[in-house]
C-alpha cells in the first residue's frame, strides 16, 4: 500500500504532521541527468514520527498533479528538515535549513552513507530507457513510492545522530557555494570532448554548449571530488588534446593560481613568516644556501616541500626553523588528539575524531590541512561568487589551489584585479594569473 497526494485536504493534513520535523526525498526526472538538466517529478515526504510516508506528483503521467509552490510551503514550514543530499534538494526548492544526512554521516562516521534506490521496475526502465530525459514521469509512482520508502529505511538512523562541530559550516555555507559554482558549465566543443573524454552519455550533463560538474562533499577531509558521467573534472589531463576541448563561453579562460598554497597554509598554522616572494625559493635559499636558484634547485626544492607537508621531513634538513616548527606541529597534533579524542580543524571547527581508521600523527596533520585548504576556500568561493552575482564573468572550476574563470572583457580588469584581492586576502596568499582560449594555461 502506498499513499499518494493528490488533493488540497490531504496536503493540511500532511502539513499538520510536519511540525515534528520531515524528511524529503526529490524524484528528479532522470537520475543519470545533471540536476541543472531535470525537473521535479514528484516529491517524497516522511513525517519522522510517522509509520510511512507521502508521495505527492509534480509532474507525473498518473494522477493529479499537486502545486509546486504549495509543497515548498510545507517544506519551509517544518521545524526540521532532512534529506539525504542537500546540495540536490537546492536544484529543485530553495531550502537553506535543511540538514543533509549524508554529510552528518560523513563528518561522524568518516565514510560514506551507502543507500540504494534500486528495485525491480526501476531496474528494468533503466536498463531500456535509461537515456530518456523523463523516465521517471513514466515509472508508475507506486513504484517511485517503494524507492523512496526504501531509501529512508536505510538512512533513517542517521536523523539521531548528534550534530558535531563544524556542522553548519559545510551544511549551510559549503552545499550553497557548490550548488551556486555548479550552475555554470565549462564551454566545450561538443564532438572533440565526445571523442576525447568519452563520457556516457554527452546529453546527461552538456547544454548550450557547455558541461556541467557536480561536486561530491562527503570526503572524509570535506575537499570535494569533482566528478561526473565518468569524466574527472578536478584532474583534467593536461596534454593539448584534452585540454583543448573546452572553450571559454566569454572572451578567455583566466586562471587565478596560488603561489604554494598548502605551504603558506601551514607556515601560518606554525607560525613561520613567509614574504610575497615564491614560498617554494624562499626555501629553496636555505636548502641550497644561495640567493639565487636555478630552476633545477626551484624543482627539488618544490618536492622537498611536498614531502615536508605531509609530514615526511627530510632529515638531511630537520635542522631549519620550518622544519622544527612543522615537527612540533605534528605533535601537538598528535598530542589533542590522543588526549581529548579529537582535533577541530581551523576556520570550519571540523572535528576529527577516534572514528577514523588508522590514524598516525602524519595522517592526521595531512587531514587538517585538507580541511583548511577547504574551509578557507569555501569562504572564498563565497564572497567570490557574490561578488560576481550580476557581471558576466563566472567562476566555472575549482581545482582546490586555483579557481578557473570565464572572463568577459567588458567587466573590465577591475573585476580579475577585485577578485584577485579576495583570493591574496591582504597579500598573505599571492597568486598567479593565467589566461587563454583553452585549458592549455
Known amino acids: 500500500m502506498f499513499y499518494i497526494i493528490e488533493q488540497e485536504s490531504k496536503l493540511d493534513s500532511l502539513q499538520r504532521l510536519s511540525k515534528l520535523g520531515l524528511y524529503v526525498d526529490v524524484i528528479s526526472s ?12 514528484a516529491v517524497y515526504i516522511r513525517p519522522v514520527n510517522s509509520k510511512h510516508g507521502y508521495i505527492i506528483p509534480i509532474n507525473h503521467d498518473e494522477g493529479l498533479n499537486v502545486s509546486k ?25 530553495n531550502l537553506q535549513e535543511a540538514t543533509d544526512l549524508s554529510l552528518l554521516y560523513s563528518m561522524t562516521k568518516f565514510d560514506k552513507l551507502e543507500f540504494s ?53 559545510y551544511n549551510k555555507a559549503a552545499t550553497n557555494v557548490f550548488y551556486l559554482l555548479e550552475q555554470s558549465g565549462l564551454g566545450v566543443y561538443y564532438d572533440n570532448y565526445r571523442e576525447i573524454f568519452k563520457p ?50 566569454g572572451d578567455y579562460f583566466v586562471e587565478l593560481d596560488f603561489d604554494g598554497y598548502h605551504l603558506r597554509l601551514l607556515c601560518e598554522q606554525i607560525g613561520y613568516p613567509l614574504s610575497d616572494e615564491s614560498a617554494h625559493k624562499q626555501l629553496a635559499k636555505q636548502y641550497f644556501n644561495k640567493e639565487e636558484i636555478t630552476e633545477e634547485e626551484y624543482d627539488k626544492a618544490k618536492q622537498i616541500n611536498f614531502h615536508a607537508i605531509y609530514g615526511k621531513i627530510p632529515e638531511k634538513y630537520a635542522y631549519l626553523d620550518v622544519f622544527e616548527k612543522i615537527d612540533g606541529f605534528i605533535k601537538s597534533l598528535w598530542t ?38 577547504t574551509s578557507r576556500n569555501i569562504l572564498i568561493l563565497k564572497e567570490a561568487l557574490r561578488y560576481l552575482k550580476d557581471k558576466k564573468t563566472k567562476l566555472v572550476l575549482y581545482t582546490y589551489d586555483a579557481l578557473l574563470f570565464d572572463f568577459h572583457k567588458e567587466d573590465g580588469k577591475e573585476t580579475l584585479e577585485k577578485l584577485q584581492e579576495i583570493l591574496e586576502e591582504g597579500g598573505k596568499y599571492p597568486i598567479k594569473v593565467k589566461y587563454s582560449k583553452d585549458l592549455l594555461l
Open 200 to 249: 556516457r552519455n554527452p546529453l546527461y550533463n552538456t547544454v548550450d554548449n557547455t558541461v556541467l560538474t557536480s561536486y561530491n562533499l562527503y570526503n572524509v577531509t570535506s575537499r570535494p571530488t569533482n566528478a561526473f558521467n565518468s569524466v574527472n573534472f578536478a584532474a583534467i589531463p593536461k596534454s593539448p588534446e584534452h585540454r583543448k576541448c573546452f572553450h571559454p563561453t
Open 69 to 93: 509552490d504549495r509543497v515548498y510551503g510545507i517544506l519551509n514550514s517544518t521545524s526540521k528538515l532532512y534529506t539525504v543530499n542537500k546540495k540536490e534538494l537546492l536544484y529543485h526548492f
Open 336 to 373: 589533542e588528539y590522543e588526549t581529548n579524542g579529537r582535533v577541530l580543524a581551523p576556520i570550519s571547527n571540523k572535528p576529527f575524531t577516534k572514528a577514523l581508521k588508522d590514524m598516525n600523527p602524519q595522517k592526521l596533520m595531512n587531514y587538517i590541512m585538507q580541511s583548511l585548504e
Open 30 to 41: 532522470n537520475d543519470l541527468y545533471h540536476h541543472k538538466l531535470s525537473s521535479t517529478v
Open 117 to 169: 534506490r534500486e528495485n525491480s521496475t526501476l531496474n528494468y526502465f533503466y536498463n531500456k530507457f535509461k537515456d530518456f530525459p523523463n523516465i521517471n514521469q513514466l515509472i508508475p509512482i507506486s513504484r517511485l513510492y517503494e524507492s523512496c520508502e526504501k531509501v529512508y529505511d536505510q538512512v533513517k538512523h542517521v536523523i539521531d545522530f548528534k550534530i558535531p562541530d563544524g556542522f553548519d559550516f
